[in-house]
């Protein structure tokens, strides 16, 4: 959501996101209020035409006044598939089910959640500090980024870098981790491409509102993606095998 605020009266733009957030909350654990169907759409879009999901965006802001999901049932999707997904890994890599816990709570908080958190907070202090259009006089309204749309902009981001960081990789992770200058290249590659797909979303959830300029800011990331690939492939780092390292040291 994204309140209006006047420049002469700021104390109502505090009422509604305080008033929204606990309902946000309340909702994650009531399944029968979510959109499930509507949640696999936009994940499905994301990963094929994200600019569509971003369109509905708009129609939900005309519609419910608001740019943030009022519905949790992303949050609580992505979190259940990354469970599987983490789970799966310590299956095949992880001989104690203590330690598998251990990993599976450490993703989902901090792969995922507490990271989210950090990412949302910079861009939506970024956004409201620096790349808010001034208003030309003080009878127009002023709007700002609302830090639930921030959160929703990560984890509409992160989806797709979850397929491909979690599910593709599994799959051909055994050739990945494997010693040599192919599984190097691939490798970086595949985080190459994933981590450019996550910024080059970022920059889609930030365009889409009028209010913003200077949103070309957020595809700078992938600029320094590009030049450090392959200084990283030539220094015959695998991130691969370094991200397995941390967590199943005894079977990689």
């Given at each position: 959501m994204l309140p209006t605020v006047s420049k002469t009266r700021s104390t109502p733009s505090t009422s509604r996101p305080n008033s929204m957030f606990p309902q946000y909350l309340r909702r994650i654990?009531?399944?029968?209020?979510?959109?499930?169907?509507?949640?696999?759409?936009?994940?499905?879009?994301l990963c094929?035409?994200?600019?569509?999901v971003y369109q509905h965006t708009k129609y939900h802001k005309q519609t419910k006044n608001q740019w943030a999901r009022d519905d949790p049932a992303f949050v609580v999707i992505c979190s259940l598939l990354l469970a599987v997904a983490t789970i799966a890994y310590c299956a095949a890599y992880d001989n104690s089910t203590a330690h598998a816990v251990?990993?599976?709570?450490?993703?989902?908080?901090?792969?995922f959640l507490l990271t989210g958190v950090f990412l949302a907070t910079c861009c939506w202090f970024l956004t409201n500090?620096?790349?808010?259009?001034?208003?030309?006089?003080?009878?127009?309204?002023?709007?700002?980024?609302?830090w639930l749309y921030a959160f929703d902009v990560h984890c509409n981001s992160f989806f797709p870098m979850f397929?491909?960081?979690?599910?593709?990789?599994?799959?051909?992770?055994?050739?990945?981790?494997?010693?040599?200058?192919?599984?190097e290249l691939l490798s970086n590659l595949l985080f190459m491409v994933a981590a450019s797909?996550?910024?080059?979303?970022?920059?889609?959830?930030?365009?889409?509102?009028?209010?913003?300029?200077?949103?070309?800011f957020f595809l700078y990331p992938i600029g320094v993606i590009i030049v450090l690939s392959p200084?990283?492939?030539?220094?015959?780092?695998?991130?691969?095998?370094?991200?397995?390292?941390?967590?199943?040291?005894?079977?990689?």
């Open positions: 654990v009531k399944w029968q209020q979510m959109d499930i169907e509507y949640t696999f759409w936009q994940m499905l879009h094929t035409a994200p600019k569509v251990f990993v599976v709570i450490s993703v989902l908080l901090f792969h500090a620096y790349l808010r259009e001034e208003a030309p006089n003080s009878h127009v309204v002023e709007q700002r980024v609302e397929v491909m960081l979690y599910v593709i990789h599994y799959f051909v992770s055994p050739l990945l981790v494997a010693h040599g200058f192919i599984p797909y996550y910024h080059y979303l970022n920059f889609l959830g930030y365009d889409v509102l009028p209010f913003l300029e200077r949103t070309t200084i990283l492939i030539l220094s015959g780092f695998n991130p691969s095998r370094y991200f397995m390292n941390m967590y199943f040291s005894q079977r990689i």
